[in-house]
Structure formats: structure tokens, C-alpha cells
């Protein structure tokens, strides 16, 4: 049943996504109405949601435009399910936008096998991977899934290494200029963004560890899914899932290194998890085996989410 509701991509599956988003946003969000008596803070909140939901539109067209799923509405609401696996993501502006950007740079590494306007492609992408960077340091290791790609399709050519050191270059004068704008200093900011911490026993309560716990299992299933049905795929398909893996294997490390470490950082997985977990659930299988994996995500999701509220 709830396969038939997402198998195709229908303004119905659409709008139930963007509904559901809405209400687990609220019910999380009116935990502590403190935000309702700023203007400023509400500006924050509204910010929040609509980058929220530009994400998983970003995510649902990159995945339908590259032939990753088969134009279904699985990728929006698998975005959904992995969402709330963290629910505080939904009060950390910082992260939900720089995974913003990151997205927007994924979207222009996956179409780079075109070949068409690579070299616009490839400084975009990397100045996209540095303005996310300045709202959360370490996701600045998305540059190396650029290098990734031009190994893939334009390595040939010595000008596209030497666009990401340009939009290095370009980003770096933007942060200067905005750091004296607002005054900020940029040496201590720096200083401070670009520790590095191991440690990960910051859960507050069991919960937590939970839902980090049942992540992680979540990962480890539809990665092994995907790379055991690699063979299978189309060859044209073959770099773009990898590139896919690569992107979900650097939002890892990103959690893994960053200091002020949460559950919350792990928000750089989650669109390349939901592109993952659509392309194992559209492989031809058992409904059943559908129905099941859908239920027990659903359950797991909903559960760690109300747990930690």
C-alpha cells in the first residue's frame, strides 16, 4: 500500500511529504514558544523550513534529472524519514544551510557527466562547497568528491584542476568582505570552526545513542544494497553512484572529525542515503520485501524522533 502511494511522482506524494515536514516541524518547534516572542527568531524559523524543503526538492531533482530513480516519489519522502531520525537538525540553521549548498554542489557534479559547460560546472561546484563552509568549516572536504569528478570525466584537461583553487580564491575574497561588513573577526572565527574533535560521547540521553545506532545500521544496509547491485546497473549510471557513495562517505568524516560533535552533523548523509534507499527499493523485487523495509523505516523514524522530543 504505501509503495503504490510513492511509486509514482504525483503532486499527491508531493504535497503529503511537504505536510508531513510541516507538522513534525511544528511539534518540534513548540516544544519552547521562547522563538514566538522575536521577530528575529521567527525570521529564523521560517528561514529554516523553506531551506528545509528546498533541500529535498534539490535532492528529488537531482535524482530524477540523473537517472538515479525512476521519476517516483521515494526520494522526497525518504529525505523525510532520515530527517527526523535527528530532530534537533530542525533548531541548528548552520548545518541545514550549509548542507543547503552542498546540495546545490552535488547537483552540478552529478550532471558534469554530460560534459556539457564542465569548466562552469566545476567552479560552481566548488564555490558552492566553499560558501557552505563558512557556515559549517569541515564540509569544505566536499572538495575532494570535485577532484573525484574530474578524474571521472574531464581529467584531460589541466584548466579544470585549477578552477576549485580560483573559487577557493573567489570565496575566500567573499568572506573577507563579509567578515568586515559585519565586523567579524575572522581569525578567531576560523580558529575556532577548524578544530578537530574525535570524541563522541556527547549523548545527552539513550535515546540518542539510539537513533545514531539505528542510522547507522540504516547506512550499512543500503550501501551494501547498492554496491552489491552495481553490476546490474547501467554502465552510463555507474560513475554518478559513485560519486553518490563518495558524497555519503565524506559526510561521515565530516561527523566523525568535526568538534562540537551531535547527531545533528550527520545531515550531510541524508540526501545521498534517500537517493540510495530509492534506488534498493525500486529494484525489482518482492512487493512484500517493499512493504517491509518501508515499515520498519517508518517505524524507526517515527520512533526516534518522538523519543528525543
Known sequence: MITSIFKKSTPLNFS??????????????????????????VSEKIGILVVLLGSIFITNFISNKNGISKESGYVVFFYFLFLIFFPSLLDNPNLIFSNFFILLALRRLI?????????????????????????HFWSILYIVLVFISIIFHVSRDYRNWILPFIAFFSAGILFKLVSLIFNIDYVGYLNKNTQISFDISYFTSVYQNAALSIYATVVLFFVVSNFASLSNRPLVLHATYKKIIASLFIGIIVYVISANKSNDLLVFTIAPLAMLATSHIELPQVKLKQEMVLVVLIMCSFFTFFSQL
Open 111 to 135: 550532471s558534469l557527466q554530460s560534459l556539457n559547460a564542465s569548466k562552469e560546472k566545476i567552479f560552481d561546484a566548488s564555490l558552492w562547497i566553499f560558501v557552505a563552509s563558512m557556515f
Open 16 to 41: 503529503l511529504v511537504v505536510f508531513l515536514i510541516l507538522s513534525f516541524f511544528f511539534i518540534y518547534q513548540i516544544q519552547d514558544l521562547a522563538w514566538t516572542k522575536s521577530l528575529l527568531a
